[in-house]
């Protein structure tokens, strides 16, 4: 499984951004997916994962009300709509692919190669 992350950039506190993870590779849409970040000097943290059905998402408290993941699987795309960004989310987003529900603290066993997100005050 192959996963091409985009759509970081800098934006200001209190605005938006959707990340978007494509995934190619056989049998893709059968996979779970997720978001992590790393922020500089710290360790990478899960952000959100959604079921490979969609049916099911679950997010870290730090961001619960603000972001939102979504799933297209007829694209096999994930999608991170971040609302309400505050200097605290600057990192670098990752997406996360996982055979295993719910998705390990550690991640899955494919990533993308990161998206950076900066928000300035």
């Known amino acids: 499984v192959q996963l091409q992350a985009s759509g970081g950039g800098l934006v200001q506190a209190g605005g938006s951004q959707r990340l978007s993870c494509a995934a190619s590779g056989r049998t893709v849409v059968s996979y779970n997916m997720g978001w992590f970040r790393q922020a500089p000097g710290l360790e990478r943290e899960f952000v959100a994962a959604?079921?490979?059905?969609?049916?099911?998402?679950y997010y870290a408290d730090s961001v619960k009300g603000r972001f939102t993941i979504s799933g297209d699987n007829a694209k096999n795309t994930v999608y991170l709509q971040m609302n309400s960004l505050n200097p605290e989310d600057t990192a670098v987003y990752y997406c996360?692919?996982?055979?295993?529900?719910?998705?390990?603290?550690?991640?899955?066993?494919?990533w993308g190669q990161g998206t950076q997100v900066t928000v300035s005050s």
């Open positions: 959604i079921s490979w059905r969609g049916d099911s998402t």
């Open positions: 996360t692919a996982s055979i295993i529900w719910p998705i390990p603290l550690q991640g899955g066993g494919y």
